[in-house]
């Protein structure tokens, strides 16, 4: 059975707002046979990468760059899961286990969310995953519009693998 990874870091209502409802997509009844596995940040494990066949990514836009956690995640796991770098320690291509997996993102901050989805691109390049949709970034308040938007994203990545 195909399994969708959900690894996120929610500390707020509104990122825990995303993050339900990302879920909730993924469950959707339409989808049938995706296990989906969701994972603090801070929990999340090489094995629960390797094991998966897609991913999502939920963080928060902190100082210009993503949470701490989601990049303990990314610190913790990176080469185990087959991610390269070139000789100058930038993103290499990655021919790892879970190279070409679909991966989704999303994000809120309260300011700027520029460098948090430069920083997380950047990693995932160098997994050599790709992105299955586009990047949902919140900034201020969460509506429902937004939630919507977030179901599609874990609908749209369940249904890709």
Do not use: C
């Not at 940040?41 to 990514?57: I, Q, S």
């Amino acid at each position: 059975m195909p399994s969708l990874l959900v690894v996120h870091h929610s500390p707020s209502r509104s990122l825990q707002s995303l993050t339900d409802a990302v879920v909730a997509g993924a469950h959707d009844p339409e989808l049938q046979g995706v296990e989906v596995v969701v994972r603090h940040a801070l929990e999340a494990t090489a094995d629960d990468v390797l094991a998966a066949d897609g991913y999502v990514l939920g963080t928060s836009a902190n100082f210009g760059y993503m949470s701490g956690a989601l990049k303990h995640f990314f610190d913790s796991t990176f080469l185990q899961i087959g991610g390269a770098l070139d000789e100058k320690g930038g993103a290499g291509e990655s021919a790892g286990a879970t190279a070409k997996r679909p991966y989704g993102l999303y994000l809120h901050g309260r300011y700027d969310l520029t460098g948090a989805i430069r920083s997380v691109q950047s990693i995932v390049t160098a997994l050599g995953w790709k992105q299955g949709y586009d990047v949902l970034g919140v900034l201020g308040p969460v509506d429902a519009g937004h939630e919507e938007q977030a179901y599609e994203l874990g609908a749209t990545i369940a249904a890709l693998i």
